[in-house]
Nanobody, 126 residues
Framework: DVQLQASGGGLVQAGGSLRLSCTTS????????VGWFRQAPGKEREGVSYINGRDGATWYVDSVKGRFTISSDNAKNTAYLRMNGLKPEDTAVYYC???????????????????WGQGTQVTVSS
């Protein structure tokens, strides 16, 4: 049962940008932490970033720091992942997820998130 809807993926050249969106009609994202995960072919799914709805705290995996920005729009009940400076190694299926707010500094782990979206493909060509 898919509780979140992720969109915005696509094909882009290296150095390009995309903005992923994550929304739901089932609950208020501001009450949760919203995370983005990605899974490349043959690799395990990894946490990319999250944002706590209540306090706005954010976390990024080292490989995307300075290039990706996570944000949320409470009026639209939508979270975003702005991805700039995309690299071929960013190619993956990106998933959004929601779970209880996380303590500051907590990394983005799958076990922390209860609700998941269906994934959106991001392909970066060299």
């Amino acid at each position: 049962d898919v509780q979140l809807q992720a969109s915005g993926g696509g094909l882009v050249q290296a150095g390009g940008s995309l903005r992923l969106s994550c929304t739901t009609s089932r609950f208020t994202l501001d009450d949760y932490a919203v995370g983005w995960f990605r899974q490349a072919p043959g690799k395990e799914r990894e946490g990319v970033s999250y944002i706590n709805g209540r306090d706005g705290a954010t976390w990024y995996v080292d490989s995307v720091k300075g290039r990706f920005t996570i944000s949320s729009d409470n009026a639209k009940n939508t979270a975003y992942l702005r991805m700039n400076g995309l690299k071929p190694e960013d190619t993956a299926v990106y998933y959004c997820a929601a779970g209880p707010p996380l303590l500051f500094g907590t990394s983005c782990q799958e076990a922390e998130f209860d609700y998941w979206g269906q994934g959106t493909q991001v392909t970066v060509s060299s």
